[in-house]
């Protein structure tokens, strides 16, 4: 049983498009988190909910919007995509969104724009 | 603003050599340090943590770290590297107060070769 897990797993599509990465957890945690990890393989921060609440959101264009329909679920939507945005995104999840609980991480989601 | 620095980039190693992994952060207040790794085509999994109490912490696999913190460092050791070792390894570090958001370092790719 994969505890977090993300679709699509590859995601290839034209600059301009409009795509949405899933994320689903199944350990009863109350956070969940995205990140981005770009070519040289640097991993940053980009959102958290805890309890479908927003608690983090980094410098992130705003046509990266989280939504989160209840506390199992991250849904990630991508407006108008960019060259930059090509990376793979990594869903995670806590138990809380206290920092000494270590996060679980999804297979990642690796997005190729053309 | 706080940040990680791993100071090698691409580490290889025989089989049975020792590792040591530099990790050092900035950040003023009470920490919460951890290490990840990244199998070749996996996620990121929890090696060990660092929240208080004895400095010197042991992971899965044989890992240990050892937090010093006049030297702001959370360096990661193994004693005999095997091949199944191979992978990226990531320092990360959480401000107590921020939180679950968790900063990076850029990765240590470590190669065993058999």
């Known amino acids: 049983d994969t505890a977090v897990s993300q679709t699509p797993k590859y995601l290839v599509t034209q600059m301009g498009n409009d795509k949405s990465i899933k994320c689903e957890q199944n350990?009863?945690?109350?956070?969940m988190y995205w990140y981005k990890q770009d070519s040289k393989k640097f991993l940053k921060i980009m959102f958290s909910?805890?309890?479908?609440?927003?608690?983090i959101n980094e410098t992130v264009p705003n046509r990266f919007s989280p939504k989160s329909p209840d506390k199992a679920h991250l849904n990630l939507h991508i407006n108008s995509l960019e060259l930059g945005d090509s990376a793979v995104y990594f869903c995670?999840?806590?138990?809380?969104?206290?920092?000494?609980?270590?996060?679980?991480f999804g297979d990642g989601t690796r997005l190729s724009i053309l | 603003a706080q940040s990680v620095s791993q100071h090698n980039h691409h580490v290889i190693l025989s089989e049975a050599a020792s590792l040591e992994l530099g990790c050092n952060y900035s950040?003023?207040?009470?920490?919460?340090l951890f290490w990840y790794v990244q199998y070749p085509g996996q996620h990121l999994q929890l090696l060990l943590k660092?929240?208080?109490?004895?400095?010197l912490v042991k992971g899965i696999k044989g890992f240990e770290a050892e937090f010093i913190k006049s030297k702001f460092s959370f360096n990661l050791r193994k004693p005999s590297v095997q091949w199944s070792d191979t992978a990226e390894y990531f320092c990360?570090?959480?401000?107590?107060?921020?939180?679950?958001?968790?900063?990076f370092g850029q990765g240590t790719e470590l190669s065993v070769k058999p």
């Open positions: 995670a999840s806590s138990r809380s969104g206290r920092g000494q609980q270590p996060q679980h």
């Open positions: 350990l009863g945690h109350d956070t």
């Open positions: 909910y805890n309890n479908k609440e927003l608690i």
């Open positions: 950040y003023g207040g009470t920490v919460n």
């Open positions: 660092y929240f208080s109490g004895d400095p």
């Open positions: 990360a570090v959480n401000g107590g107060n921020q939180g679950g958001k968790l900063i």
